[in-house]
């Protein structure tokens, strides 16, 4: 399939997003880890490849979840946006997005979301988003922000990252760690845009 075939779904300025395929998967795992050792858990799962399919199926099939790629002004794959805790019943979802490490702090991943809302909110039919955003995330939370979601909530989560509470250079960020009965944990931060809210913002 060329660039020119791809379904997209809704577009920004330098964004496009689209269904995810298998060669997504591919292109995904392709993605260097990230350089900043907060972020080392979000990392690509890096798999061979005669896993990936099966991956891609358990993860659309068995747990339900709805991928979408985010491809910059070149078509290129830059992201991933995908829906999950998909409950049609009450018009809302839990959100979760990552950017090629390579695309970080240019905008892209809030101008896809952006433009990904008003398909979330209107082909989709959806009410309300959901999402947690780690709290030493500065920057996905003025993003988030940016778009129109308020905090609502908190909780406690476990982090594979480095050992934030002794290490100096995480000094900065030490408040939003702890350590609990699951080992070391973050603090995330509850989020929530409404539908009205959002066209409030148009």
């Given at each position: 399939?060329?660039?020119?075939?791809r379904?997209?779904?809704?577009a920004?300025p330098r964004?496009q997003?689209?269904?995810?395929?298998?060669?997504?998967?591919?292109?995904?795992?392709a993605w260097p880890d990230?350089?900043d050792?907060?972020?080392?858990?979000?990392?690509?799962r890096?798999?061979?490849?005669e896993q990936?399919?099966?991956?891609?199926?358990?993860?659309?099939?068995?747990?339900?979840q709805?991928p979408?790629?985010i491809?910059?002004?070149?078509?290129r794959?830059?992201g991933?946006?995908?829906?999950?805790?998909v409950r049609?019943d009450e018009?809302?979802?839990?959100?979760?997005?990552d950017?090629d490490?390579?695309?970080?702090?240019?905008?892209?991943?809030t101008?896809?979301?952006?433009?990904f809302?008003?398909?979330?909110f209107?082909?989709?039919g959806?009410d309300?988003?959901?999402l947690?955003?780690?709290?030493?995330?500065?920057?996905a939370?003025?993003?988030?922000?940016?778009?129109?979601?308020?905090?609502?909530?908190?909780?406690?989560?476990?982090h594979?990252?480095?050992d934030?509470?002794?290490?100096?250079?995480?000094?900065h960020?030490?408040?939003?760690?702890?350590?609990?009965?699951l080992?070391?944990?973050a603090?995330?931060?509850?989020?929530?845009?409404?539908r009205?809210?959002?066209?409030?913002?148009?």
């Amino acid at each position: 399939m060329t660039l020119l075939e791809r379904p997209v779904l809704v577009a920004g300025p330098r964004v496009q997003v689209r269904p995810f395929t298998r060669a997504d998967v591919d292109a995904w795992q392709a993605w260097p880890d990230y350089d900043d050792a907060l972020l080392a858990g979000t990392s690509p799962r890096r798999m061979p490849p005669e896993q990936r399919t099966q991956w891609l199926r358990e993860l659309t099939q068995r747990q339900g979840q709805i991928p979408f790629a985010i491809d910059d002004e070149s078509g290129r794959f830059i992201g991933r946006l995908f829906l999950r805790a998909v409950r049609a019943d009450e018009g809302a979802a839990v959100l979760g997005i990552d950017l090629d490490p390579d695309v970080l702090g240019r905008g892209y991943g809030t101008e896809a979301l952006g433009a990904f809302l008003r398909h979330y909110f209107g082909p989709m039919g959806f009410d309300r988003m959901q999402l947690s955003v780690a709290a030493f995330n500065e920057r996905a939370r003025r993003s988030y922000a940016s778009l129109g979601f308020r905090l609502v909530g908190s909780h406690w989560d476990t982090h594979p990252g480095p050992d934030v509470i002794s290490e100096p250079r995480f000094r900065h960020v030490a408040q939003y760690f702890r350590r609990g009965s699951l080992g070391l944990e973050a603090l995330f931060y509850d989020m929530v845009l409404e539908r009205d809210a959002w066209r409030a913002l148009l």
